[in-house]
């Protein structure tokens, strides 16, 4: 299926369930959706980051320190980390990814409720071609030296300093 048309379940402000729209309609029309964060990280605790394809339908070619995407229309949250890191990082087998919070992102053009997980990746990885131009596992101090450099995804980059801000995760 194109990614424009899968279907997604639309809320409100607290995050309850009010329509479904097919992607593309829900971008467009920049209505509420949900969305996971994924932060992998390898078995020397360095953090999976990676380059998106200049083909995604949001924020292409920019940095991410996260992996994750959309939630479908009736899918957990639960359910779509485990999916969307299994997906991105080219895996079977993953643990459950760990939630850490929630948060609703909004930037005055688009607005997702937005969990955030972690979870460790001790498999090697391959990284789907149409999500990932680019990718490595960076050390902690390498990807904060980075931040500045490079160009994030701007909701990635909300969730990277809620997690730094909170002291959960990075376990």
């Not at 919070?101 to 990885?125: D, H, M």
Request: hydrophobic residues 45%.
């Amino acid at each position: 299926m194109n990614p424009a048309d899968e279907i997604l379940d639309i809320v409100d402000e607290q995050d309850t369930v009010i329509g479904q729209a097919r992607r593309a309609d829900a971008y467009a029309r920049n209505m509420r959706h949900r969305c996971v964060f994924i932060l992998a990280t390898d078995a020397a605790g360095r953090i999976f980051v990676h380059r998106r394809t200049p083909q995604k339908l949001v924020f292409p070619s920019l940095y991410d320190m996260f992996v994750g995407g959309v939630v479908g229309a009736g899918e957990s949250y639960d359910a779509a980390a485990l999916r969307e890191a299994e997906e991105e990082l080219g895996v079977s087998g993953l643990p459950r990814p760990v939630p850490l919070f929630k948060f609703l992102y909004e930037n005055g053009e688009q607005s997702w409720w937005s969990a955030v997980y972690e979870v460790r990746c001790e498999l090697p990885v391959n990284p789907q071609v149409e999500e990932v131009a680019w990718h490595d596992f960076l050390p902690l101090a390498e990807l904060e030296r980075r931040i500045g450099a490079w160009e994030w995804v701007p909701d990635g980059l909300a969730a990277w300093r809620r997690l730094r801000a909170s002291g959960v995760g990075l376990s």
